[in-house]
């Protein structure tokens, strides 16, 4: 089965960092972009960034850009999102999930490929606090 | 950046309702539309991808539809299971991806 583990809890300071992990098994884990999603208590889903683990190869949202990095360790299967200066704004659950490019149209001349998250890991909370 | 933009932002309906949630895009997206539930304390789970796809597993009482900026979730027949927030999110034009702010379902 196709799973995607997240560390645990993390309480942190404000300017302080934060490392989370997301271990990857059941699949070939450089075949499959990781995303990461954060949701503030109450609030709606907001994506971070995504890296390609096989590249390593990485895009942000320009909100985090400077502030988040994405990165991985591919002899672990593992995707590590570390976000620093942190303030209570960051207090959130944080997800990884995969990214999957399908493409239902294979015999048109140049079928769409379409991108979705399918796979997602249970979330790691984080809270910042003084 | 594109928008995406949900109505209603909650809804309350009976077991057995035919349920509707839309999402607007702020410009064309052709296609790329994917929806997601999460029920509460939990994770996401894509229900469509492309609009209108079925992702494998989800109930057929799920559909998908709409092209271009306007699109719609429909639960043919409301089930208990089925309480939760439901996203729509936009791949047609990224980095960034993005989600719709959310529609809350409840159970009358």
Known sequence: QVHLVQSGGEVKKPGASVKVSCKASGYSFTNYDINWVRQATGQGLEWMGWMNPNSGNTGYAQKFRGRVTITRNTSISTAYMELSNLTSEDTAVYFCARGSNVTPNPWLPRPPKYYYMDVWGKGTTVTVSS | ?108
Do not use: H
């Open chain 2, 1 to 108: 950046d594109i928008q995406m933009t949900q109505s209603p932002s909650s809804l309350s309906a009976s077991v057995g309702d035919r349920v509707t949630i839309t999402c607007r895009a702020s410009q064309d997206i052709n296609n790329y539309v994917n929806w997601y539930q999460q029920r509460p304390g939990k994770a996401p789970n894509v229900l469509i991808f492309a609009a209108s796809s079925v992702q494998s597993g989800v109930p057929s009482r799920f559909s998908g539809s709409g092209s271009g900026t306007d699109f719609t979730l429909t639960i043919s027949s409301l089930q208990p299971e089925d309480i939760g927030t439901y996203y729509c999110q936009q791949t047609y034009n990224t980095p960034p991806i993005t989600f719709g702010q959310g529609t809350r379902l409840e159970i009358k």
